[in-house]
C-alpha cells in the first residue's frame, strides 16, 4: 500500500508542477516580455475588423497574436495574415487552431519577439495591437520607423500615447500612419 500511496503523492506533485508551468507560460511568461495573453471579447475583434477595413487581399500583421482567434477571424473575411508571437505554447496552439480552422494558406505563425522582427517585411495594411500602455509606447517608434504611412495601426482596449485616432468604437483605437 504505501508505494501506491507514493505513486499518488508522485501524479499529484507532476500535476501541479505542470499546472504552474502552464501558468506561468501563458501569462507571467508572456507579461515579462510585453503583455500577458488575455483573449479578446468578440465584439471587440468585429470593431478592430472593421476599423481595420479588412476585405480579400488585406495584408494583415498582429503583435502578439496569442490564440490566434483574431487572425483567423481576418483570414474568413479573405485577408492574407502573420500573426508574431513570443510564447512557444501560444505559437504551438495557434498554429494547431489555425490547422483545424484550414487556414494554412492565409495565415502564418512566427515565434519571435515582436521587436526583434521586420514589420517592413510583410508589408502589412494593418496592424493589430491588444498591448500593455508601456509597450505601446515604446513599440510606437518602431511602426513609424518600418511601416510604411497609411498603414492602419489598430489598437484594443489602450490609446497608443502621442497619437491622434482617426477613429474609436467600443474601447478599440484606430490610427492611420502619416
Known sequence: MPVFLFLIIGMIVAASIAF??????FTI???LKGAPFVKSRKDRIETM????????????LE????DATLLIAAAQ?????????????LAWYSRKKIKRAGMEKQIRIVRQNFYECSLAETKPDAVFLYLL???????????YAELPPGTRIISN????????PVAQENNVYAYHLS
Do not use: C, H, M
Open 133 to 143: 500602455p508601456g509597450t505601446l509606447k515604446k513599440l510606437r517608434e518602431k511602426l
Open 63 to 66: 503583435l502578439g497574436s496569442g
Open 29 to 31: 511568461w508572456s507579461d
Open 77 to 89: 473575411r479573405g485577408a492574407y495574415a502573420q500573426g508574431v508571437e513570443i510564447n512557444p505554447l
Open 157 to 164: 482596449a489602450f490609446r497608443i500615447e502621442g497619437l491622434i
Open 49 to 60: 475588423l472593421e476599423l481595420a477595413e479588412i476585405k480579400p487581399g488585406t495584408r494583415v
Open 20 to 25: 504552474i508551468v502552464a501558468i506561468f507560460s
